[in-house]
């Protein structure tokens, strides 16, 4: 058994790099006569049991079959070779050099170790399995997105397929066939097909959480490519609110209850650090008083709380440079200290981060006080400040009907009555 694990491991090792699976044949003859065993369940069951026992670490890519011959039954082992080597059987790392298996060399583990890390892929860049050319929108990437990401006199001159030209921008794997997660969520017809959190929900809630009504609620769905204008659009024009605040005689000042840019960036920045790995989609909820974003997927990489937003990492480097090429984020990690300096300007404060979720991470941004000064919002009193700030006190106080008093009633009835008759 020591013999048939050993070259299980070296097949995993795939050393040379050629990509074949290695086959380990249990029941022939080294001239390859068959040598008349027989296979039964229990020899099945042992062999197989090797994948799973623990010795051979990461576990390996294999199946085992039985052949049936005139003269003896064969057993086969096939073995895939691993995309994150070196594996060991039982710590040490063997590979096969030629027709032979031997432990590796300390040179032959660090090639090893260097086609691992080669291997180790966001989630954004591992190919979509099941999905093929047919699912992307290919007119709106050679409309909308490859000749911004590509000048014009190099996509002129580029006769390669579109296969090829998506794999040398990261959104297509050529090994596989297929387009990765992030061509996707940015071109696909229907990305929830394969990835089913990839959506923004909407809600307007009235009151100051959940338990209220929803007032209005819209789903953002899509790809990204097509997606991304509709939120801007609908942030500018239904969420960033705008009133003329005088500031003298002759002058008026604008003021959003929710400044635009700051908005906008911060929902961006959840589309593009979020998890899609996970089914949950991103949350952009408004309240009487707020507004939150949370989004899947909590601090990722070298960020952590003690030193955000001064470090920044991309759990989706792909989808993070083609919404930069879009024009959507900038990547410059400035984007954070501009959404606090134009909030504290338009009377918002600055928003407030929330790390303690841990697999998901949230923002609340607050409405502009300066929204409601010098009388603007008396239309509408239940959105004051003062309003929402005493909503709960209001609520527990009932409210007293003034009672009318008898004497004034029937001198009202008698005066209609007059005016009636004459």
Known sequence: MDKFCQAICAFSNDLSGDGKNGYLMIGAHDNGELSGLKVDDTLLLKIANIRTDGNILPQPLMTVEKFSFEGGELLVAEVQPSEFPPVRYRGRVWVRVGPRKSPASEMEEKILTERRLSNVRTYDA???????????????????????????????EDKRSIEEQLASLGFFDLRYNCPTVGAIVLFGNNPERY??????????????????????????????????????TFIETSVSTKRPIPVSVLREEIVSSYPYWATRELLMNAIMHRDYDSNSPIQFYE?????????????????????FPNVSDYRNPFIAEAMKVLGYVNRFSRGVYRVQKEL??????????????????????NISKKYFEEGFGADNPENTQEHLGDRENAQKTPKKTPKKHPRNTQEYSRRNNRSNKE
Request: charged fraction near 30%; aromatic fraction near 10%; proline fraction near 4%.
């Open 344 to 365: 504290k300007e338009n009377g918002n404060g600055e928003a407030k981060f929330d790390f303690s979720l841990r697999t998901a991470f949230r923002v609340v941004e």
């Open 287 to 307: 309240y009487d008083d707020r507004i939150e974003i949370q989004n899947p997927g909590g601090l990722y990489g070298k960020v952590s709380p003690d030193n």
């Open 195 to 232: 990835v089913h959190g990839s959506y923004v929900q909407y809600v307007r809630f009235k009151g100051l959480d959940r338990s209220g009504d929803i007032i209005h609620e819209f789903k953002f769905d899509g790809n990204l490519c097509k997606s991304l204008p509709k939120i801007d």
């Open 126 to 156: 591992k190919p979509c399995l099941g999905a093929s050319l047919k699912d992307l929108d290919v007119s709106l990437i050679k409309k909308e997105f490859l000749p911004k990401a590509v000048t014009e006199d190099i996509l002129a």
